[in-house]
């Protein structure tokens, strides 16, 4: 730990809740980066943040989730951002300005540890580095949390906190099942964020909404007549959903790049253009039957879904050919997804029972 500044923020504000003080503020997408870090238990594959494993306590961050947020801003640039919550593990200090006791200044001489928001973060991040767009950062900052209360912290804000209720039963009186496969459509969070459809398919979308609803009841079937879990609810089951094909999509780069293609006018455009089975309706039913055999071995009533095994699981079923003039070529919809759902389940290493399950927290 140095105690050389490295960063000074002006215009921030502290407040105390009990004992514990905070600060808020903003912060330059084009200047986080460096002042700040995310403790992770394992590096993620690619993100454009720093991360520290020495003590990491977080999951590695989603660079596909990341470059979706980074999109959201691009198409909504009126949208107010909840902060990012960070601690200065004593290293960001505040200086009152004057006699404004509450108001000043943060002298910053080492990084800050992100707590919670490192997707949103990223995004950010992402969007700057990509299109030199820069925006200001919400924050919120717990100056002088030790390192286990900071573990603490960030275990408190992903186990209670709940997002804005979606107004799913508002306008669409339909089964559980699609209630989330819309949820999936409208989530800011979710690999499916705008390509699921009520009507009619647009070029920019991938399925109608009674296809993942189908898909979505059987990836939730553990037997014909045997719920994974029935007390999980709507929201839960699409954080769930959201990701699972996360998961997906991060350890399937290649084949998910297919939907940058949605967005590429013309003959070679849209999902006439797809090089790979994974984003049609085929990709779909096959990982949700796989799907269903890896949420019933990683998920337990008492401590919830070890994702930590789903990412291993995911990881192992992923290796046949997602070419569609592969070894595939010409299997499609119901019968092409079953098809390669068997051989992706023979893929997965066997187990002994249910192993030990030790939840990871979302964020």
């Known amino acids: 730990m140095s105690n050389e500044i ?4 002006t215009g921030v ?13 903003t912060i330059k997408s084009d200047k986080i980066k460096n002042i700040t870090f995310v403790p992770v238990i394992e590096p993620s594959r690619r993100t454009p943040l720093n991360e ?10 989603s660079l596909s989730r990341m470059r979706l947020f980074a999109k959201f801003l691009q198409e909504n640039p009126d949208s107010v951002v909840p902060p990012v919550l960070l601690s200065g593990r004593g290293k960001w200090q505040f200086q009152p300005r004057g006699h404004e006791h509450d108001s000043g200044r943060l002298i910053i001489q080492d990084r800050a540890a992100v707590i919670d928001g490192q997707h949103r973060l990223g995004g950010f991040v992402h969007l700057y580095e990509s299109e030199n767009d820069v925006r200001d950062i919400s924050f919120v900052l717990l100056p002088d949390l030790t390192e286990d209360s ?22 669409l009186e339909e ?14 969070d979710s690999p499916f964020k705008d390509k699921i459809t009520r009507t009619t398919m647009q070029r920019t979308q991938l399925f109608s909404l009674h296809s993942v609803a189908k898909q979505v009841k059987r ?25 699972f094909w996360t998961i997906i999509s991060d350890q399937l780069e290649e084949e998910w790049s297919d939907i940058d293609k949605l967005e590429v006018p013309g003959r070679g455009g849209g999902r006439q253009g797809f090089d790979y089975k994974l984003l049609e309706l085929t990709g779909l039913v096959a990982w949700s ?20 095994n789903v990412s291993r ?51």
């Open 52 to 61: 520290v494993e020495e003590g990491g306590y977080q999951r590695p961050g």
């Open 13 to 25: 504000i502290e407040k105390t809740q009990g004992k514990q003080k905070y600060l808020f503020g």
């Open 150 to 171: 900071e573990k603490r912290e960030f275990i408190v804000v992903n186990n209670t906190q709940k997002g804005v209720p979606r107004p799913l039963t508002a306008y």
């Open 313 to 363: 699981l995911v990881k192992a079923a992923s290796g046949i050919d997602w070419r569609k003039d592969g070894e595939y070529a010409g299997r499609t919809g119901e019968a092409g997804g079953r098809l390669m759902s068997g051989e992706m389940i023979r893929m997965l290493p066997a187990e002994g029972g249910m192993q030990s399950l030790e939840e990871e927290p979302s964020q």
């Open 175 to 188: 089964t559980d099942e699609a209630q989330v496969a819309w949820g999936l459509n409208e989530d800011s």
């Open 219 to 243: 990836l939730f079937t553990i037997t014909a007549d045997q719920d994974l879990d029935p007390n999980l609810d709507i929201d839960q089951r699409i954080e769930f959903v959201s990701r």
């Open 6 to 9: 490295i960063g000074e923020i």
């Open 289 to 308: 039957y796989t799907g269903a055999q890896i949420f019933s071995r990683s998920y337990n009533e008492d401590t919830g879904m070890n994702w930590e």
